[in-house]
């Protein structure tokens, strides 16, 4: 059962920006961390950002460099990536994820996917 909805995918130019949103339920919300991996096409799927329950975040700096920032609203139940100076090779889908050993063990500390959304990003 899904408990995670990505949103705000699209396509843009080189350099242009997006926010992509994740809402979650709030017994993820509140239980576990949460973060965003994306799948380029013919590649494996790859860690990009993390925040833990408290605040703390990573972000995988060979991929983002500084461009990608994770946030979240309490309140709305909903995890953010903004996202700017967007490259072709930022074109993907990205997924929201959620899980207990997250990220602290990588993607086999995840307990819950979103389906994806698409990011593409053109020259």
């Known amino acids: 059962q899904a408990e995670l909805e990505e949103s705000g995918g699209g396509s843009v130019h080189t350099g242009g920006s997006l926010r992509l949103s994740c809402t979650a339920s709030?017994?993820?919300?509140?239980?576990?961390?949460m973060g965003w991996f994306r799948q380029i096409p013919g590649k494996e799927r790859e860690f990009v950002a993390a925040?833990?329950?408290?605040?703390?975040?990573?972000y995988n700096e060979d991929s983002v460099k500084g461009r990608f920032t994770i946030s979240r609203d309490v309140a709305k139940y909903t995890l953010y990536l903004q996202m700017n100076s967007l490259k072709p090779e930022d074109t993907a889908v990205y997924y929201c994820?959620?899980?207990?050993?997250?990220?602290?063990?990588?993607?086999?500390?995840?307990?819950?996917w979103g389906q994806g959304t698409q990011v593409t990003v053109s020259s």
């Open positions: 709030g017994r993820i919300f509140s239980s576990f961390n």
């Open positions: 994820a959620a899980g207990g050993n997250f990220p602290a063990v990588g993607e086999v500390g995840v307990g819950y």
């Open positions: 925040i833990t329950k408290i605040g703390g975040v990573l």
